[in-house]
């Protein structure tokens, strides 16, 4: 029996292929992911192309002109190879209405149930409890709606921000890329991290923890880190 490679398989059940996302928003508390359209445009303008830290990391921008980010944004409105754009649009604040971020989901491989994840969070929506929102209800959504087994997070090697914040979400690190790609003239070693369907009952039950209005004091400030709450529920 141990000759035999495939015996040392785990047996998939759920044959079922996964899913692409409908056109129905996500709403939340706190945020509402909608499908990016050109509505959306102005906004993701001023809050994310013009914003020289969000591109720091990416092949693509900063944009000087909204006519120089329009063509990057129309490619994302065109539904090929499993590409989902999504627009995230605050609640709530001084932007409420306004989408200050993009979510791309894209590489979906639909019989492998497996989908990439691609942030790019303009000043508003960093480091807040609606950036957080956001992915909790795309978590939701992938993992409990349209059958994914594994939702992928991969950044620059360098990108301490981003390692830490994927880390803080509860993916799991698998490895280092080298020379995985060249990015603006410079090469670029990728990190790969992962949330898998057996992990995402954990994950989830972090979020809303977190993101209870118990976790929040009256300034807003939170009262346990969600790697605090995920160590009392291990």
């Keep these: 029996m141990a000759d035999n490679p495939l015996t040392l398989r785990a047996v998939v059940s759920n044959t079922n292929p996964a899913l692409i996302p409908g056109p129905e928003p996500l709403t939340g508390q706190h945020v509402t992911l909608e499908r990016l359209t050109q509505k959306h445009f102005s906004d993701l303008y001023e809050n994310v192309g013009s ?27 065109e539904k090929s190879d499993g590409l989902v754009g999504y627009a995230v649009v605050l609640r709530s604040g001084p932007s409420r209405g306004h989408a200050v ?40 959504l992938l993992f409990e709606k349209l ?20 880390e803080r979400y509860g993916f799991v690190y698998e490895g280092t890329f080298r020379q995985h790609q060249v990015v603006k003239g410079r090469n670029r070693d990728s990190c790969w991290y992962s949330i898998i369907d057996s992990e995402w009952p954990m994950c989830r039950e972090v979020f809303a923890k ?25």
């Design 51 to 77: 914003q020289l830290n969000v591109w720091a990391w990416v092949p693509h921008g900063p944009f000087s002109t909204p006519s120089d980010f329009v063509p990057w944004l129309n490619r994302h409105l």
């Design 101 to 140: 971020g993009i979510i791309r989901l894209s590489g979906a491989h639909l019989t492998n149930r497996v989908i990439e994840l691609g942030i790019l969070f303009g000043p508003p929506l960093q480091r807040t409890r609606a950036g957080t929102e956001a992915l909790f209800l795309l978590g939701c």
């Design 147 to 166: 059958n994914y087994r594994r939702m992928e997070w991969k950044c620059d090697a360098l990108n301490l921000a981003s390692q830490k914040a994927a």
């Design 210 to 234: 977190w993101l209870e209005d118990g976790n929040f004091d009256e300034q807003g400030r939170q009262r346990s880190r969600m790697e605090e709450i995920r160590e009392s529920l291990r």
